[in-house]
């Protein structure tokens, strides 16, 4: 099967002014791309995306934004996603986040049928609620800062 190089979009987070997108690939290992604030938007890890999926992912970051979950709870979200698919329990996964993300509902009937988009939507939501769990600007260190001690 001959290989066509198809347009790839990374999925990315911007420390700056917080935004999740998708940026097109334009290197092997790239690591950031531009945001549209000015700052830099870094690649958050998850699967990359085609061009045809670049509608759903900015609706699902609507989505997931309007719950304004805290990181904490996004990473638990994040979990609950991982562990039905690791089950293969797209449907029943799917539904308990509709109760916590009611738009859900509307893109169901457009997955209802099959498994394999489903569990698709389910890894681009985790991916999104992934990198809204990075807190903004106060991660911009490099390294882990070092717990103030009081001399005794
Ligand atoms: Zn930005």
Not at 3 to 11: A, E, I, N, T, W
Not at 83 to 109: H, K, V
Request: net charge positive; glycine share 4%.
């Amino acid at each position: 099967m001959p290989y066509f190089h198809s347009v790839q979009f990374l999925p990315t987070h911007c420390r700056a002014c917080g935004s999740v997108a998708l940026a097109i690939r334009s290197t092997q290992n790239q690591a950031a791309a531009p945001c549209g604030c000015g700052g830099t938007a870094f690649v958050v890890p998850g699967p990359s995306f085609a061009e045809h999926e670049v509608a759903l992912f900015d609706w699902l970051v609507k989505v997931a934004r309007y719950a304004q979950l805290r990181p904490a709870e996004a990473q638990r979200v994040c979990l609950e996603i991982e562990t039905g698919l690791a089950r293969a329990d797209q449907p029943g996964t799917y539904a308990r986040l509709t109760e916590r993300f009611p738009s859900l509902a509307e893109l169901r009937p457009q997955l209802a049928e099959s498994p394999a988009r489903m569990a698709r939507a389910l890894r681009m939501l985790e991916t999104i609620l992934n990198a809204l769990a990075i807190p903004a600007k106060s991660l911009s260190l490099s390294t882990a800062p070092v717990p103030h001690r009081r001399e005794a």
